[in-house]
């Protein structure tokens, strides 16, 4: 917001400007922190009751450093959810459809960008169109299909349908694509090589980046995917976290320590998901949400 | 492409004219080649059901039993003798109503204070963002701990600055309320894309603006804001849409109540649908919804050529 001044008149003196600046600033930095501490207290809260007695959760006024520090907590928590049965479902889930979603979007996304043909622009728009569907609209017939196809309670249902790419990160890798000059494209051609070819190893290495925001989207999509799984799974050997913490809610809902417990290990994976990819992140929405 | 002209252009023309028709079906075959996925998905997983769900909701079926042909009674009944299905209308409006301008006016002006050259601003940007990244099950979890009335964070803090202290979600007044806060915890997403849309916004504009003499608060009402307008848009569709399907933090925080003061309209689908395995029912109660939307979504781009400023408008006149 504050404007520069030229740099000769910057380094002349300290000026009733300077100390304007300087008061910005400071207001800037104390509006920034007081609201990020509201932002985060949830979090620090969660954290903090996850490692308290149980009768320390329903102290008033509220004890906000846990004493004593009951790391034991998460063990016990995790064995009564049965983690690692859980842990390894999502695992599963997320990694073959974010593979599966990321595979098929980036080959949908190279025939819409790099090919002209009459009706393609009238297909990206339906594509585009999609995205403003609320999924109810095919939950039931859906539904009804995967249980015809004795689909139900088993991961197809959650899964295939990523084989067939996502509209919004066809949308996303298309504008990517898009950036990337197509000399390249007929170099490779002149070379003898194929157009599954190019997309192989010229597109795919060259929208790198684009294709770990889409990853990371996927992945902390199939993380949090809830209403599917719930629809979709009845053996509990067969839950997602979502489902299993909803599940370990209805049985120890009175055990807030162990429910806060559990849900800070449900959440982690995401927070160094995020911590890691964050730069491609920031990227990705940037580039998607410009300009539509 | 270039390359192609280019070859084109060497033989004589008649060749050159069969050759290139050739390629450009040659092109079109390989186009269609690539997006055949999509195609085949959509055709199985959007359309097909789509039409299903349409033929569904004028039916009568409960899955036991073949579905039953009925007309528009499904409608008819969800209009005149559903008093849940209208509750949970009006639940979802007021939540949509709230939730969204609160939610954009408190975006744009997060993203406006981030900003903002200052060391460690990546620091807060990534303080902000944090809450949208973890949404589903465990965050609902938490949230229904520091709504509790006696022992949570947020009655807590209340207390202690001298305010009333609501039941949240166990009072029908407050648990509207109650979603709608905690909704605005999760504005990062929308901050970001606000965010990307400011750097947008070319700096010359501002400096001309300041050299004619215009006040910070005038720069930002009359560039920042028209400037801003597409990607304000662009949040009031997907927001209002995203709002209308609002159904995990509802399955997990309230189950509805108290009172069906949070039966939100997914939710009510649901059950009917789900629980009740009344799938006609549940189909009709989809297609209202998609109808809903649809015409809010239109009125919005209708509404949006008296406000919406895009630059390349400018150029054309």
Redesign the interface.
Known sequence: MVVKTTDSLARSKFTAHHLQQFISKVLWYVTLTALGFIFSLPFFWMVSSSLKIEADVWLYPPKWIPNPVLWENYPKALTLMNFPRLLANTLFLVTVGTFGVVLSSSWIAYGFARFRFRGRDAVFVILLSTMMLPGQVTMVPLYILYKQLGWLNTYLPLLVPAYFGGAFYIFLLRQFMATIPTELDDAAKIDGCGYIGIWWRIILPLIKPALATVTVFSVIYGWNDFLWPLIILNDSELFNLSLGLATFRGLYSTQWNYLMAASVVVLTPCLILYFVAQRFIVEGITLTGLKG | ???IGIRAAKIPSQIAFKRRSRL?NR??F?????????????M???L???V??LW?SLTDYE?ITPPRWIGLKNYINLFTADRLFRLSLYNTTYYVLFSVPLGIIFAFA?SL??N?K?SGMNF????????S???????S???I??FNP??G?IN?LLR?IGLPTPGWLVDPKWAKPAFILMSL?GVG?TA??????L??VPRGL??AA?IDGAS?WQRFWHITVPMMT??IF?NL?MGM?GS??V??QS??MTSGGPQDATLFY?LY??RQ??ALLR?GY??A???I??II??IL?LIQLRLADRWVYYEGDMAKR
Do not use: C, D, K
């Open positions: 492409m270039g390359l450009v092109e079109a390989w186009g269609w080649f690539f997006i055949a996925p999509w195609i085949i998905g959509f199985v997983f959007t097909g059901p789509m299903a769900s569904l899955l997060l204070l981030l903002v200052l807060f940007r990534t303080v902000f963002y944090l809450p990244v973890t949404s589903g099950v465990a965050v979890l938490l949230w701990w520091l006696q022992f964070l807590y202690s915890w997403s970001v894309i606000f965010l990307a849309g750097q947008g501002y400096e300041e910070h597409p990607v662009f569709i849409i209308f399907q159904f995990t399955y997990i997914v689908l649901f649908g789900f799938m549940a189909a109660m989809a297609w919804l998609f939307i649809l979504t």
